[in-house]
Nanobody
Framework: QVQLVESGGGLVQPGGSLKLSCTASGFGVNPPYMAWYRQYPGKQREWVADITHGGSTTVTEAVRGRFTISRDDAKNTVYLQMDNLKPEDTAVYFC????????WGQGTQVTVVS
């Protein structure tokens, strides 16, 4: 059974940093495609960043230069380093993994406020 467990969310001031972690279990041998999404109240989830099997990364333009996605396959963990956070980054952040089927974590709240 595949499980994705996020951690690292919290309350931070504008300009601050947070590092989200997503630890996966139950996937097959090969590391799957992983991504981070975020969701604002009343809105659909939107893609933020992803990392492929081979380690190639992409981030959405709104966070480019501020957010970095990475993975540690030895720990089965994907990270989202978020720097220079802005109030508009306030959202629930979800980890996503795909290996034959899509899987979602439970989400972690990120709040950026003065």
């Amino acid at each position: 059974q595949v499980q994705l467990v996020e951690s690292g969310g919290g309350l931070v001031q504008p300009g601050g940093s947070l590092k989200l972690s997503c630890t996966a279990s139950g996937f097959g041998v090969n590391p799957p495609y992983m991504a981070w999404y975020r969701q604002y109240p009343g809105k659909q989830r939107e893609w933020v960043a992803d990392i492929t099997h081979g380690g190639s990364t992409t981030v959405t333009e709104a966070v480019r230069g501020r957010f970095t996605i990475s993975r540690d396959d030895a720990k089965n963990t994907v990270y989202l380093q978020m720097d220079n956070l802005k109030p508009e980054d306030t959202a629930v952040y979800f980890c996503y993994g795909y290996e034959q089927f899509p899987y979602w974590g439970q989400g972690t709240q990120v709040t950026v406020v003065s």
